[in-house]
């Protein structure tokens, strides 16, 4: 099912095709003999391109500076208050959010391995999937105003522990009120969240995914739903425990390494989606822009692809990724981005039109997309 029309698909791909420098050593879908399926976006397949807000209406970075672009959220990341006011915006199509199982068997919502705060004379941290349910829910903001409360805090990039505070507050909350109270026409990317500094034994795995199933089976009704994980084995698992909702596999498309191999490229996460019988990949931005050519095997195999990362607050970058044939972005900057990718599709890519924040441009020529694709990259570096 396309997410554009037939002509600027195939302009998106032959341009994309420029940046190729060799034909790809990886399975075909053709090849593989893969059937072919939809995209996990049935219900918005007439946008241009879908957009996700991250954690909601975006993240939270504590300690970033009054007014920052990114990471300053006003509303508390992951909350049903960050939820319903990404789901008042039209053009947004889903939320992403973070999930993990508590030690008494419940999913909830809360993106850290650890929660912070302050004990008595020191910061009291504690694994989230170490908590029981009642344990976790008495941090932060209570529903109830008689129950006490402990304080948020959170640790921050550099070592720092402060006081986890947003402008508006609301307190945590479980993957079964989630689909019980935020707006069922908005689409749900459930990250199944895994500590990378854990060995998990298979059965570990399977109780935690069947315990967020078992919610998702009960609630979800119509609701476009779709899973991702970075960890490959609970991704090929949620594969095999149901067939009802596509499973895309999370990369950071190379620009970190990993012990584990197939976390190491984007070449390696469009492997395991083939190995794997997944639907899609979502890769952080930068490692889709420093391997465009691997957009065209991801289209060749029948893949969603989906970005994330701090490049997708920036309109223009989106944009590029539009032309590129990405299919969807996860944003912090919900209503500014959304607003963008809502006019991408309403002019032809052979035409002049409304472009980025609705100034009009002449639509690239394919050596134009060419030369830009592979300057991209060189500019990602230098970033970096």
Same mark, same amino acid.
């Given at each position: 099912?396309?997410l554009?029309?037939? %002509?600027?698909?195939? $302009? *998106?791909?032959?341009?994309?095709?420029i940046?190729? =420098?060799a034909?790809s050593?990886?399975p075909? +879908? /053709?090849a593989g003999?893969?059937?072919?399926r939809?995209?996990?976006?049935?219900?918005?397949?007439?946008?241009?391109?879908?957009?996700?807000g991250?954690?909601?209406m975006?993240m939270?970075?504590v300690?970033?500076?009054?007014? %920052?672009?990114v990471g $300053? *959220?006003?509303e508390?990341?992951?909350?049903?208050l =960050?939820?319903g006011r990404?789901?008042?915006? +039209? /053009?947004?199509a889903f939320?992403?959010?973070?999930?993990?199982?508590t030690?008494?068997g419940?999913?909830i919502?809360?993106?850290?391995?650890?929660i912070?705060?302050?004990?008595?004379?020191?910061?009291c941290?504690?694994r989230?999937?170490?908590l029981l349910?009642e344990?976790?829910l008495?941090y932060?903001?209570?529903?109830?105003?008689?129950?006490?409360?402990?304080?948020?805090?959170r640790?921050?990039?550099?070592g720092?522990?402060l006081?986890?505070?947003?402008?508006?507050d609301?307190?945590l909350?479980?993957?079964?009120?989630?689909?019980q109270?935020?707006?069922?026409?908005?689409?749900?990317?459930?990250?199944?969240k895994?500590?990378?500094s854990?060995?998990?034994h298979s059965?570990?795995?399977?109780?935690a995914?069947?315990?967020v199933?078992?919610?998702?089976?009960?609630?979800a009704?119509?609701?476009p739903v779709?899973?991702?994980?970075f960890h490959p084995?609970?991704?090929?698992?949620?594969r095999?425990?149901?067939?009802?909702?596509?499973v895309?596999?999370?990369?950071e498309?190379?620009?970190?390494?990993?012990?584990d191999s197939r976390?190491?490229?984007?070449?390696d996460?469009?492997?395991v989606?083939?190995?794997?019988d997944l639907?899609?990949?979502?890769?952080?931005?930068?490692?889709?822009?420093k391997?465009?050519?691997?957009?065209?095997?991801a289209?060749?195999?029948?893949?969603?692809?989906l970005?994330?990362?701090?490049l997708?607050?920036v309109?223009?970058?989106?944009?590029i990724?539009?032309?590129?044939?990405?299919?969807?972005?996860?944003?912090d900057?919900?209503?500014e981005i959304?607003?963008?990718?809502?006019g991408?599709?309403k002019?032809?890519?052979g035409q002049?039109?409304g472009?980025?924040d609705?100034?009009?441009?002449?639509?690239?020529s394919?050596?134009?997309?060419?030369?830009?694709?592979?300057l991209?990259?060189?500019?990602?570096?230098?970033?970096n």
């Amino acid at each position: 099912m396309a997410l554009r029309g037939l %002509a600027a698909t195939r $302009a *998106a791909v032959g341009l994309c095709r420029i940046a190729a =420098s060799a034909s790809s050593s990886l399975p075909s +879908a /053709a090849a593989g003999g893969r059937r072919e399926r939809e995209l996990p976006f049935a219900l918005v397949a007439e946008r241009a391109m879908v957009v996700g807000g991250h954690r909601g209406m975006g993240m939270n970075a504590v300690g970033a500076p009054p007014g %920052a672009p990114v990471g $300053a *959220a006003r509303e508390r990341e992951n909350t049903l208050l =960050s939820f319903g006011r990404a789901a008042a915006h +039209a /053009a947004v199509a889903f939320i992403e959010f973070d999930v993990q199982v508590t030690k008494d068997g419940c999913p909830i919502i809360f993106h850290d391995d650890f929660i912070l705060t302050q004990g008595i004379g020191a910061v009291c941290e504690r694994r989230v999937t170490d908590l029981l349910l009642e344990d976790f829910l008495s941090y932060g903001t209570q529903k109830e105003p008689h129950k006490i409360s402990k304080p948020l805090l959170r640790r921050a990039g550099d070592g720092r522990v402060l006081n986890w505070s947003t402008e508006e507050d609301d307190s945590l909350c479980t993957l079964q009120e989630v689909f019980q109270r935020v707006s069922p026409r908005l689409g749900f990317n459930i990250e199944l969240k895994f500590d990378d500094s854990i060995m998990y034994h298979s059965k570990d795995l399977e109780c935690a995914l069947n315990a967020v199933l078992q919610v998702v089976f009960q609630y979800a009704r119509n609701r476009p739903v779709f899973f991702s994980s970075f960890h490959p084995d609970a991704a090929q698992m949620m594969r095999e425990l149901q067939s009802s909702y596509p499973v895309l596999f999370l990369t950071e498309g190379g620009t970190s390494k990993h012990h584990d191999s197939r976390r190491n490229s984007l070449d390696d996460a469009i492997r395991v989606c083939l190995e794997y019988d997944l639907h899609g990949i979502v890769s952080e931005v930068r490692g889709v822009l420093k391997n465009p050519s691997a957009v065209v095997r991801a289209q060749e195999s029948n893949l969603t692809l989906l970005t994330y990362g701090q490049l997708n607050n920036v309109s223009e970058a989106v944009y590029i990724q539009y032309l590129m044939g990405v299919h969807g972005v996860i944003v912090d900057r919900v209503e500014e981005i959304s607003n963008a990718v809502a006019g991408f599709g309403k002019s032809d890519l052979g035409q002049s039109g409304g472009g980025v924040d609705g100034a009009k441009h002449q639509a690239f020529s394919q050596q134009q997309l060419g030369f830009l694709l592979r300057l991209i990259p060189e500019l990602i570096e230098q970033r970096n």
